[in-house]
């Protein structure tokens, strides 16, 4: 039996309650945006205040701003360009340096662990499209970094996991994440065949290094010119890290994907804190997380979201695309996985009970864009 919207969100709000959520909350901002020629600069600045403000956020700091530029810039979906299908938009991006510019950060750096490459990022951009002069000339004190190895940088930064992790219980990324201030999270909002959901939690994955975690890391030291995923590491736990890094608290846990990769997004948020998450619904695609998926679909939900808190922001968005953000494994987008949404909230790192959350902007009921449908 197919709900209404008025049914769903009902369904959702009603949903159980195992006792007082302690879990951090966070206000939400929902703004309609129909498309990507409407001024973006405008609609992520009325989020931004709703917010509370970016230059409280951003002020004489560095900020680091983690990209959604998953798969290779040469797989595009119908011929439709990247940024309107599976990646960050370029229009997003300029805007948001923009707005970092005019808020006073002292610095902002884009960075990203593209696909099979430690090369420049500016080189992967330029690869999907992207005319990268125009977009730094937006703002003087903007970068572009790969953190797939160590490009510029000159060291790797262990991130202990508060609680000791589940998967891992420290995770070496690139000094860039930890020669910052402020850490955004800029996702598309989709579907993702692991883990039910890709949104500003699970777009942090991509900070992990494949020189470390990649299928052709080293074994001892990083391999600073990798040229694969992080499969066999990461979703199914056929290989250690690179010895630099910790290898895997209990080597005889489930080597399940689904079981694995909501795990690790948890870790590597709780370890790696977001600052601000930013999620971009205006076009993607459903039905997975990118082209190599059988049955996408292209999209115009025409909506945007973003929160201080990437639980509580993810949990609204998820509401957006018409799931339930609680749903147990097996119901809802969590079908063949477990929930990270829950394991988050379990973590302490903020609530995935949409009564406890504010709501600012367009109620959910109003941007729903049922994604299953």
């Not at 039910?196 to 890391?217: C, E, Q, R």
């Not at 056929?238 to 895997?248: C, L």
């Not at 977001?274 to 619904?281: A, E, F, P």
């Not at 025409?302 to 957006?320: F, H, L, R």
Request: with cysteine; aromatic share 6%; proline share 7%.
């Amino acid at each position: 039996m197919k709900l209404s919207r008025r049914e769903l969100l009902a369904a959702m709000m009603a949903g159980p309650v195992l006792g007082a959520n302690t879990a951090p909350t966070a206000p939400v901002a929902v703004q309609k945006c129909a498309s990507y020629e409407e001024d973006q600069v405008a609609v992520l600045a009325k989020m931004f205040d709703q917010l509370g403000g970016l230059e409280g956020l951003v002020k004489n700091k560095t900020v680091t701003v983690k990209v959604n530029l998953t798969g290779s810039p040469a797989l595009k979906f119908q011929g439709k360009p990247l940024g309107a299908t599976h990646y960050t938009h370029p229009k997003q991006m300029m805007a948001l340096a923009h707005l970092m510019h005019k808020a006073g950060a002292k610095r902002v750096r884009f960075v990203e662990s593209a696909a099979q490459t430690a090369g420049p990022l500016e080189e992967y951009m330029l690869d999907s499209g992207w005319n990268v002069r125009q977009m730094k000339a937006v703002a003087p004190n903007v970068s572009y970094d790969n953190t797939n190895g160590l490009g510029p940088a000159k060291r790797y930064v262990r991130f202990a996991v508060p609680g000791g992790g589940r998967i891992f219980p420290s995770y070496h990324l690139n000094e860039i994440y930890d020669q910052t201030d402020v850490f955004v999270s800029m996702a598309k909002l989709k579907d993702h065949a692991t883990c039910g959901v890709t949104l500003s939690m699970k777009n942090i994955f991509g900070i992990t290094p494949a020189s470390i975690y990649g299928d052709d890391a080293g074994v001892d030291d990083p391999n600073e010119s990798p040229s694969k995923g992080r499969v066999n590491i990461c979703h199914f736990g056929k290989r250690q890290p690179a010895r630099i890094a910790a290898a895997e608290k209990d080597p005889n846990s489930s080597r399940e994907p689904e079981y694995r990769m909501p795990r690790i997004t948890v870790d590597l948020v709780a370890a790696r804190p977001i600052h601000l998450s930013i999620i971009d619904g205006i076009e993607t695609v459903t039905g997975g997380e990118g082209p190599w998926i059988k049955g996408l679909k292209y999209v115009k939900p025409g909506v945007m979201i973003a929160g201080a808190n990437p639980v509580t922001t993810d949990t609204v968005a998820t509401a957006i695309m018409g799931y339930n953000p609680r749903a147990p494994r097996g119901e809802s987008a969590f079908a063949k996985c477990d929930n990270t949404l829950m394991l988050a909230e379990e973590a302490g790192i903020g609530t995935a009970d949409l009564k406890n959350i504010e709501i600012r902007g367009t109620p959910i009921a109003e941007a729903m864009f049922p994604f299953s449908s």
